[in-house]
């Protein structure tokens, strides 16, 4: 893999298409309700932090995020490149979350998205800035949601 790809920069104004797969999932992730959307944060937190796989920057960056969102501070969040908010897609991602729980509840196998987001939160110490953090999120939730 180059290092361009590993750079998050590489797909500034690249994911406008992509996002478009998941559009119906960002409206409605825009929609909630800011409090509803910190409620769910903390939820998601509390299952990162009993992840083995989860590490204090992992919960850092999660945190910063969640800060950003519940104090107004929006421009943290949005990466204008490619119109996408770090929070937006942390809320579909704590979606998908409750989604594993059902299906473990249910005998269904969950995914491996607790792992995948650690990493990709824990990863985000090496580019914090907005689109840093959608890149990475963004990635996390197309590679485990199906489009609605």
Not at 72 to 96: H, K
Request: hydrophobic share 35%; glycine share 6%.
């Amino acid at each position: 893999m180059s290092h361009d790809a590993l750079n998050t920069h590489t797909y500034d104004g690249k994911l406008r298409d992509y996002r478009e797969t998941i559009k119906k999932d960002l409206d409605r992730a825009r929609g909630v309700a800011p409090a509803v959307k910190q409620e769910a944060f903390e939820v998601l937190r509390g299952a990162l932090a009993r992840a083995p796989e989860t590490t204090p920057q992992t919960l850092r960056y999660l945190d910063q995020i969640r800060t950003a969102a519940a104090t107004g501070r929006t421009a943290e969040n949005y990466d204008s490149s490619n119109d996408l908010r770090a929070d937006d897609i942390l809320y579909l991602c704590y979606e998908l979350y409750l989604n594993d729980t059902v299906a473990a509840s249910s005998g269904g196998k969950p995914s491996d998205l607790l792992s995948i987001l650690a990493d990709q939160l824990h990863d985000m110490s090496t580019g914090p800035c907005p689109p840093g953090r959608t890149t990475r999120l963004f990635q996390v939730y197309v590679s485990l949601a199906a489009p609605s």
